[in-house]
């Protein structure tokens, strides 16, 4: 292993990454309209922290930093899918966000329909780049397989559903938990477990383990982030369930839990996934 620091393999491995976004989409959608839809939110300034994640335990896995542009596709796949879920997210049914990261949110550059589409376009779309992907057919199998689980009604769309029915009143602490863990901490389960299935790595309850506690850990951190804001306002979060002060505690507990499950894998090199939690400090 070459790289032992996540900040170094992210910035890069990024140029590269986000290359391959735009070019493919930008090749394969002929529509103009839903073209621009769909790289407007897709090049709206994300981290790519879920697709950097898969790629970052396919390379702790001894898969070399050469051949890591083979699981772009399944990478770009995660980036699309988190992508779609932001566009209706901000819609005027669910959240009403006229923003995303200081720009406009598609719907109020596009219109709602567009914006429904270039959503419907990139989720659809992230199944055919798995699919033509030029990994053996049981990766690619699998790669479907915990993507549409955890990203589909049995996860995210379960979370994303609980959160606009439930918002009108205030959710105890296990079901917030368990909003947070559907909504934002599946998809970075998937990330983790996807890399692993991808590099021939078997996926031990410690790498799973890590999976969920570091899932859970970023929405709690975006919950304090957000904290005394006029968006923070009478949401369901941790701090104003719990109190900043026990919600910054649980944030240290599942970071310190991430890093004990993740010391214990075996036939892995550590060093990207330990530096990752630094993300948390």
Request: with cysteine; glycine share 6%.
């Amino acid at each position: 292993m070459d790289i032992k620091d996540f900040t170094e393999f992210h910035e890069e491995l990024l140029p590269e990454f986000n290359k391959f976004l735009n070019d493919k989409i930008a090749s394969e959608i002929k529509q103009p309209t839903l073209r621009d839809a769909m790289l407007y939110s897709v090049n709206a300034g994300g981290k790519r922290v879920r697709p950097m994640l898969m790629l970052a335990v396919v390379y702790s896995c001894g898969v070399k930093r050469e051949n890591l542009s083979d699981y772009f596709d399944i990478a770009g796949a995660i980036e699309l899918i988190h992508t779609y879920s932001l566009i209706h997210d901000d819609l005027p049914e669910m959240d009403n966000d006229d923003y995303r990261r200081g720009k406009l949110s598609n719907h109020k550059k596009f219109g709602t329909g567009p914006a429904v589409l270039a959503g419907d376009g990139l989720l659809t779309q992230a199944f055919y780049w798995i699919a033509k992907s030029n990994l053996d057919t049981s990766k690619r199998m699998a790669a479907v397989r915990i993507l549409a689980h955890n990203a589909g009604p049995m996860g995210m769309v379960a979370g994303q559903m609980t959160d606009i029915t439930k918002e009108d009143r205030q959710l105890t602490e296990a079901e917030l938990t368990e909003l947070h863990r559907q909504k934002t901490a599946d998809l970075i389960v998937v990330s983790i477990t996807i890399g692993a299935f991808c590099a021939d790595h078997d996926l031990s309850k410690n790498l799973v383990d890590y999976a969920n506690k570091v899932g859970l850990a970023f929405q709690v951190k975006d919950d304090l982030d957000d904290y005394g804001t006029a968006e923070d306002e009478d949401k369901n979060t941790f701090p104003n369930l719990i109190g900043k002060d026990a919600t910054e505690d649980r944030l240290r507990n599942l970071v310190k839990d991430a890093l004990n499950a993740v010391l214990k894998e075996q036939k892995f090199d550590k060093n990207l996934m330990v530096s990752f939690l630094n993300y948390f400090k």
